[in-house]
């Protein structure tokens, strides 16, 4: 399901009732060049020296197989922890096989939080980011 991530480093604030990034946003890319899921020495996948893939796998298609109806439609839904929300951005791809014949499209798909959360004034789970606040890539903390 996701074979293509960004995640971002800072912290979130409070503006006018919602909760938004406190600077602009460091953007890095995904950790795992090859998209298998695994922390390879060769690429040499771990930019930020923090001995795992960042961000990882951290988000979840459910159910991973689905059967479409009569329109070509399916309902399936994304499962990630809520202190991910706003940091990462996934790609989601869709395979199909229709009589034999294989097709896939992908989109980009910003994990987002839930409203009530990020108009509180309690600081919802992500406030920080998982990933640190460092404006370095190279950087985990
Ligand atoms: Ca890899
Ligand atoms: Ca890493």
Do not use: H
């Not at 922390?39 to 930020?48: A, C, H, V």
Request: net charge negative; glycine share 10%.
């Amino acid at each position: 399901m996701k074979r293509w991530t960004l995640f971002i480093i800072t912290d979130l604030t409070t503006c006018g009732g919602t909760w938004k990034y406190s600077s602009v946003p460091t953007i890095c890319a995904n950790e795992d060049l090859n998209f298998n899921g695994i922390l390879d020495t060769s690429p040499f996948e771990d930019t930020n020296g923090n001995g795992q893939l960042t961000p990882g796998n951290i988000a979840v298609a459910a159910p991973g197989n689905v059967v479409t109806d009569a329109a070509g439609r399916a309902t399936f839904a994304i499962q990630y922890g809520e202190q991910f929300a706003p940091w990462v951005t996934v790609r989601i791809t869709a395979r199909a096989s229709v009589a034999g014949t294989e097709s896939r499209q992908s989109i980009l798909y910003d994990l987002v939080g839930s409203a009530p959360d990020f108009t509180a004034e309690t600081p919802p789970a992500g406030v920080t980011s998982p990933f640190g606040s460092s404006t370095s890539c190279t950087n985990s903390n």
